[in-house]
């Protein structure tokens, strides 16, 4: 295995991934010839990522921390090319999702993962899932530890967890490493976030019962500050809490978050503590050398000096005004000055959000070869991220991004739209939200425009499950059916930036399929014309409120 | 209903007695977990052993000072999607050092077997056609574990540091058995 | 297209295990992917018939039910709600094709 600047199996990982493969393979068997009814068989299939929608299973791929080298995603590639239609879906929790997937191909596409030490397990069920960090981690300037490390030791003790793989719900855990919260830890289950105290030592803020769909909340503190080395006696105590108190009687209530609502914070606190006290300093105690052996293999790659200012870069970003756009949107700083960090908009004009072609995915893998250290990571908003490309390589992976269709400079712009895949994949939705994506997409495809408008975060749903996070976007969009007709609620002012994580409120009645843009482009020229100096659009809402963008789109559909 | 250990189908010698019924003076007796309560001492005076049938929302806490002295505990599983009585196992046999007969009933399936023996149950009543032969192999289905619990099994994660700080250890060089493993049926 | 206003068309539906493609019953029995072969139940109690006889055929498929339809002037059927719209005819954009690489 080339080397890669994030964890690598050894014979323990690998051998319990093909253990779990074969285990499936015969649970498959056992289904196909009837021994196993379809209710048995579910939650065997959840718990190794196969859904069922629509038209096919779907297979949900865990990609640990969002983080990618270039050989899995050629695996990735491949395996879209083999066993599926030749693409895949990049998810708000940096999981890669294919749609026509075949049960009985299923084992041979899991083993085909194992090939590269990757797996479909837990991104289903009832179970502790993929749990999500920062997509900068290891690479941005305002990192206090990369959370990568917490995730992988989090990993390992969550799969096939003996105790907690029949939870009255679904589990999600994101860690943030930095102040400027980019994995949305309020809005999980578990959110941890790591932070240095006045005494200089780096531990975990535990925050429990946040998440969005049917009742969104904001997760409370329950710890303020955890010595890392206790982070999994700790986890192990509020998972056995909810596990055994958690509700089991109605599916909407069964989360976690509304265990904390019912009994209090301080209740919650209560439990978990006494439930901690009596396994804190046992046999889930992290050693100092465990926690070292991990996180040396997160050690940032070692990066050759380059230039901070580099003439033809200079020279581009003043000849080509979409190079000039491309830099301001797509390429975020470095800690290294030589650096940046370069997000791939998997968000064209007009095209499905977050979908990637196999070719797509090798274009991608060709670059993170020659441009980023082999690695790629995978935001929650459904782009890809090259995490080391020196400055003087910014004109050439611009180039080649282009060629992929992957250029377009509207990296938190308005039409870096993220949305579920809704009704036309989606048996739970009640509404499409790719074609609204498209559509809006379309209508905002101006690319000086957009940079004009300046940053707006739309989030589409199709369905309360707000699988597409609409609860906190700056515009949220949540697909409705009434009556047979698919109408699409509009909320504003959400956000997820730490400090300020916003639910956002309902701006009105729910408008049609064909009014969606006249809605969207309502609330943007009230924001234009109201805008203060340097305002986002958010800022603007915050400032004036919602009447006047309630008017305008009133006035308009 | 069938009922197994790991070394296959075994008679079921325990005695089910309801709640209105009179305690017998000797015998294997199984009592619910409203009968222990109110009949505690009663049931513990007599020769013979004890068993408790507990729900899976009866706090197991209030068997600390009794799990001496119990010889069974029936765990149920409502249906086998409802997890918790994996947690009632755990502390029954973590925390409160339970080492008698630990037997899952309800909704119990051969592909949950792995996380059960796991959690330190050892006997099982099911009429899942196979679940013989499964649990047969149970334990050995993973060779490889990441959590460590009461089923003494060394973890991925201790293996690494013994292999770091010696000569190599490989999953299949298990420890000596635990207490749990050698108690046995 | 004329719409049948009776409302008491149906058919039954499922996916198939081996690859979760939606299938439709047919008057023989067996599950086609082609919902103009579909067996259509004419009132309530056909309905029940055809999803009871769908439940006996389900060895092959996951969770039989039945779909609302509706007959046009030429006897082509569509199901009524979108979900099932979108389910029979499949998805309602173009999916990026398996080479879409733009050329610069």
């Known amino acids: ?557 | ?185 | 297209m004329a719409k049948n206003l009776s409302g008491d068309l149906s058919v039954a539906s499922a996916n198939r295990l081996t690859d979760g493609v939606v299938v439709f019953l047919d008057d023989s029995g067996e599950w086609t992917a082609r919902l103009d072969r579909a067996a259509v139940a004419r009132d309530k109690r056909s309905a029940e018939i055809l999803l009871e006889r769908a439940k006996t055929e389900a060895f092959s498929v996951v969770d039989p039910f039945l779909v609302a339809v509706a007959e046009d002037g030429d006897g082509a059927i569509e199901p009524i709600s979108l979900r099932e719209k979108i389910r029979a005819a499949g998805l309602t954009f173009d999916a990026i094709a398996a080479d879409a690489v733009r050329y610069a």
């Open chain 2, 1 to 185: 209903m069938p009922l197994f250990r790991e070394t296959g189908v075994v008679e079921d010698p325990w005695q089910r007695l309801d709640d209105e019924a009179p305690v017998p003076a000797d015998g294997m007796v199984l009592v619910s977990f409203t009968r222990w309560r109110e009949a505690r001492a009663a049931l513990l005076a007599r020769r013979g052993p004890v068993g408790v049938a507990l729900a899976n929302t009866d706090p197991v806490e209030t068997l600390a000072s009794d799990t001496s002295r119990l010889d069974l505990i029936v765990l149920n599983f409502p249906k086998f999607s409802d997890g918790r009585a994996y947690s009632q196992a755990r502390l029954l046999r973590e925390r409160l050092g339970y080492q008698g007969e630990l037997r899952a009933a309800g909704g119990v399936l051969l592909d949950q077997l792995p996380f059960m023996l796991r959690c330190g149950f050892d006997s099982f009543e099911s009429e899942q056609k196979g679940f013989g032969e499964a649990l047969a192999k149970a334990r050995t289905l993973f060779s490889v574990v990441y959590q460590p619990t009461e089923d003494g099994r060394a973890t991925a994660s201790l293996l690494r540091l013994k292999r770091r700080n010696s000569t190599s250890v490989t999953p299949s060089e298990a420890p000596a058995l635990s207490e749990a493993e050698a108690r046995g049926p």
């Open chain 1, 1 to 557: 295995m080339p080397d890669t600047h994030f964890y690598r199996y050894d014979d323990y990982d690998r051998t319990l991934v093909a253990e779990r493969v074969e285990q499936f393979r015969d649970q498959v068997r056992r289904r196909l010839a009837g021994e196993l009814t379809e209710e048995q068989f579910k939650p065997l299939r959840l718990t190794n990522g196969l859904y069922l929608q629509l038209h096919a299973y779907m297979l949900r791929i865990a990609i640990p921390y969002g983080t990618l080298s270039s050989r899995q995603l050629r695996k990735l590639a491949d395996i879209a090319r083999k066993y599926d239609r030749g693409y895949g879906h990049f998810t708000t929790r940096q999981n890669l999702q294919l749609n026509w997937i075949k049960l009985e191909d299923a084992p041979d596409a899991l083993a085909a993962l194992a090939e590269v030490d990757m797996h479909a397990m837990q991104t289903s069920g009832n179970v502790i899932r993929n749990v999500t960090a920062d997509h900068f981690a290891g690479a941005a300037i305002d990192e206090i530890e990369d959370p990568r490390i917490w995730c992988e030791i989090v990993r390992q003790w969550s799969t096939l967890h003996p105790e907690f793989s029949f939870l009255p719900r679904k589990f999600k855990i994101a860690v943030t490493g930095s102040p400027n919260d980019r994995a949305a830890v309020r809005v999980h289950d578990i959110g941890l976030r790591l932070w240095r105290n006045a005494e200089g030592e780096v531990g975990f803020e535990v925050i429990v019962g946040g998440g969005l769909g049917r009742t969104p909340m904001i997760g409370k503190t329950l710890r303020e500050f955890l010595p890392k080395d206790e982070l999994l006696a700790y986890l192990e105590a509020t998972l056995r809490i909810y596990n055994r108190y958690g509700r089991r009687d109605n599916l909407y209530k069964a989360r976690i978050k509304i265990l904390v609502h019912e009994i209090g914070a301080e209740k919650m606190r209560e439990e978990v503590e006494a439930e901690y006290a009596e396994m804190k300093d046992g046999a889930l105690k992290l050693p100092a050398e465990t926690i070292e052996a991990i996180a040396r293999q997160f050690a940032p790659p070692a990066l050759p000096h380059r230039p901070a200012v580099v003439g033809a870069v200079e020279a581009l970003k003043l000849e080509d005004r979409d190079f000039a756009l491309w830099l301001k949107s797509n390429v975020s700083p470095h800690r290294m000055a030589g650096y940046r960090i370069v997000t791939a908009s998997l968000k064209p004009a007009g095209a499905p959000p977050g979908d990637a072609s196999s070719v797509q995915m090798e274009g991608v893998a060709d670059i993170a070869d020659a441009y980023s250290q082999g690695e790629i990571r995978v935001s929650h908003e459904q782009n890809l991220v090259f995490p080391h490309v020196a400055v003087e390589d910014l004109p050439v992976v611009w180039l080649a991004l282009g060629r992929l269709g992957f250029a377009e400079a509207n990296v938190g712009k308005i039409t870096d739209i993220i949305a579920c895949p809704g009704l036309d994949y989606c048996a739970l939705a009640n509404a499409r939200s790719i074609p609204v994506a498209q559509s809006i997409s379309n209508h905002f495809a101006s690319l000086a425009r957009q940079h004009d408008i300046g940053d707006l975060k739309i989030k589409i749903s199709g369905c309360i499950n707000a699988c597409g996070h609409h609860h906190v976007g700056h515009i949220g969009i949540l697909g409705v059916d009434k009556n047979g007709v698919e109408l699409y609620q509009i909320s504003l002012g959400g956000d997820v930036d730490f400090g300020k994580t916003a639910l956002g409120t309902i701006l009105g009645p729910a408008v049609a399929a064909d009014k969606v843009v006249e809605a969207v482009d309502a609330l943007v020229s009230t924001y234009l014309e109201a805008r203060g100096e340097g305002e986002r659009f958010v800022d603007t809402y915050r400032r004036i409120g919602a009447q006047p963008f309630k008017d305008r789109v009133y006035a308009a559909v």
